[in-house]
Structures are given as structure tokens and as C-alpha cells.
T-cell receptor, first 109, second 113 residues
Framework: ELKVEQNPLFLSMQEGKNYTIYCNYSTTSDRLYWYRQDPGKSLESLFVLLSNGAVKQEGRLMASLDTKARLSTLHITAAVHDLSATYFCAASGNTPLVFGKGTRLSVIA | DAGVIQSPRHEVTEMGQEVTLRCKPISGHNSLFWYRQTMMRGLELLIYFNNNVPIDDSGMPEDRFSAKMPNASFSTLKIQPSEPRDSAVYFC???????????FGSGTRLTVV
């Protein structure tokens, strides 16, 4: 059974700082997704990573995938308040997407 | 495209009542998923359909839950009878298949009192 773990679950960052969110998954997954959810809102797709070594970047967010380590990271560069949200990773084996518990990010001045 | 459309956005009902949640997937998407989100358990897959056929309903918590997809443009999730522990946000998502990116609806926030 595919399991997905994220850490940390809660993250409070100062504006301008860098940090990384980690996503581990337990069995082979052919792709890895990152989603963002604002409070009371739906999930918005950020990145899909399709192969070992894949790296995607959008603004201050960069996601990477290491399929051998079964690890994906979401790196935040020079955080700004607008990045405050909950970030989910999701993996897929021979199943629909299995989501991590999410990382609640708060960026403070 | 209007995206995945769910209704109602909010539902408050009394314990024991029947609740029906509705979803219209994106046209051309042949996979549809129902997820439930709670603080304690996160996002859990309840059931998914491929080409209107239920493929895996192992996530449906009890026989009180049922889901249908009578055609490619409509699905329902029904809870009968509802219980307070069913209170959650229920999301519908659709995709071209089970592993490509999912588009989520706005969700239905269900409160059972």
C-alpha cells in the first residue's frame, strides 16, 4: 500500500528566508505532484514530476524528485506572505493519487 | 471551461437525514474521484470511476455511503443516514486518467449536527 509522508506538518517562516518541505513515499510511484490549498479553498496543482532528477520551478517555488530515495522536495526561496498556504504532495503507483497530510506554511514579517 | 463543479458549497443537516452531494466533471475527462478531507485524516480517496464505471470503492467508510455516475457529466455521493462524524469537506476531482493531474472542484463543506 502506497503511503506518503510530509514533513514538517507546520512551518512558520520569516519573510525572505529559505526552507524546504520534504515528501517521502513508500513504494514505487511513477509521478509526484505538488498542490497548494488556501484556507477554505480547493486544491490547485503546482507541479508534476515525471522522472528521476526532474526539477520544476515557478517563481519562488522549486520542486525536485529523487525516485531512488523515494523523495521529493519543495524548496521555498525568499519567502513572501503570499506563499502562506497548505502544500500537499501526492504520489501514484497503480492507484489514484495518495496525498500526504500537508504542510501548513505561515510566512510572517 | 468552468472546471469541476460541485454543489452545494455548504450543507448543514441533522443527524439521520439523507445528504446528496453533486459533481459535474470537466468535459472530456474520463476519470472522476471523490475525496474527503478532515483535519485528523487529511485527504482520503472514497471512490473513483473510470468511464462512468466504479473501479475502486474500498475507501467508502460504510454502507451508509454510496456513489453513482449515471453519465459522463454527472456524479453523486449520497450519505444515508448521515452522522456527525461524516462532517468534512468532500471534494470531487476529474482527470483524463488516474495518474494524470487532477482538477479539483471547490468542495462541499458538510456539517452534520
Amino acid at each position: 500500500e502506497l503511503k506518503v509522508e510530509q514533513n514538517p506538518l507546520f512551518l512558520s517562516m520569516q519573510e525572505g528566508k529559505n526552507y524546504t518541505i520534504y515528501c517521502n513515499y513508500s513504494t514505487t510511484s511513477d509521478r509526484l505532484y505538488w498542490y497548494r490549498q488556501d484556507p477554505g479553498k480547493s486544491l490547485e496543482s503546482l507541479f508534476v514530476l515525471l522522472s528521476n532528477g526532474a526539477v520544476k520551478q515557478e517563481g519562488r517555488l522549486m520542486a525536485s524528485l529523487d525516485t531512488k530515495a523515494r523523495l521529493s522536495t519543495l524548496h521555498i526561496t525568499a519567502a513572501v506572505h503570499d506563499l502562506s498556504a497548505t502544500y500537499f504532495c501526492a504520489a501514484s503507483g497503480n492507484t489514484p493519487l495518495v496525498f500526504g497530510k500537508g504542510t501548513r506554511l505561515s510566512v510572517i514579517a | 471551461d468552468a472546471g469541476v463543479i460541485q454543489s452545494p458549497r455548504h450543507e448543514v443537516t441533522e443527524m439521520g437525514q439523507e445528504v446528496t452531494l453533486r459533481c459535474k466533471p470537466i468535459s472530456g475527462h474520463n476519470s472522476l474521484f471523490w475525496y474527503r478531507q478532515t483535519m485528523m485524516r487529511g485527504l482520503e480517496l472514497l471512490i473513483y470511476f473510470n468511464n462512468n464505471v466504479p473501479i475502486d470503492d474500498s475507501g467508502m467508510p460504510e454502507d451508509r455511503f454510496s456513489a453513482k455516475m449515471p453519465n459522463a457529466s454527472f456524479s453523486t455521493l449520497k450519505i444515508q443516514p448521515s452522522e456527525p462524524r461524516d462532517s468534512a469537506v468532500y471534494f470531487c476531482a476529474s482527470s483524463t486518467d488516474r495518474v494524470h493531474g487532477y482538477t479539483f472542484g471547490s468542495g462541499t463543506r458538510l456539517t452534520v449536527v
